[in-house]
């Protein structure tokens, strides 16, 4: 299979997954819980979460397909595997966060999945470097959304028993 094959057949499917994950329970501006949470000041605005997501799931879906393209390549199977775990772990994320309201089980999701994100660029650059430059922007926003998480969780301690819409979303500084 040619490298477009793969390439139409993985950023869809990559795309159609990562929605069904974000549709999986209300999340950002639909979801009175998250809204009720105190922010910190550097919570981008709902809007542009889709945004990015769809744009990083399109270049992961490009660089999964260079690697499965990369027919008889040293660590192929080894790449997608790392890929596989990782994207997993990226579609739990939200219904960690948004629907169980786990911030603290949800961190630790982040924190493996850049971790294994981290392994799974080392694994792609070996086999076709601009698949794994493809990654880096993912990296760059699983690490900033461990930050929010992170924070979200500092000023929150008692949102998962937070009753959703208890008090004004508040962003703090």
């Known amino acids: ?28 501006e639909n979801n009175a819980w998250y809204q009720s949470l105190a922010k910190p000041a550097l919570t981008p605005p709902d809007a542009l979460f889709p945004v990015v997501w769809t744009a990083l799931y399109i270049m992961l879906g490009l660089a999964l397909a260079m690697i499965l393209n990369a027919r008889g390549a040293l660590g192929r ?63 760059v926003w699983i690490s900033f959304a461990g930050v929010l998480t992170w924070r979200i969780g500092q000023l929150n301690p008692d949102a998962q028993a937070l009753v959703p819409g208890a008090r004004t979303s508040q962003v703090i500084g």
Do not use: E, K, Q
């Open 77 to 139: 199977r080894l790449a997608v595997g790392l890929f596989s775990v990782a994207f997993g772990l990226s579609l739990a994320w939200t219904p960690v966060f948004f629907g169980a309201h786990r911030i603290g089980s949800a961190l630790l999701v982040l924190i493996l999945m850049l971790v294994l994100a981290i392994a799974t660029t080392v694994a792609f650059a070996r086999i076709r470097p601009w698949a794994g430059w493809l990654m880096v922007p993912y990296l």
């Open 1 to 28: 299979m040619s490298y477009a094959r793969w390439a139409l057949l993985c950023v869809p499917l990559i795309l159609l997954l990562g929605f069904l994950s974000g549709r999986s329970v209300p999340s950002g």
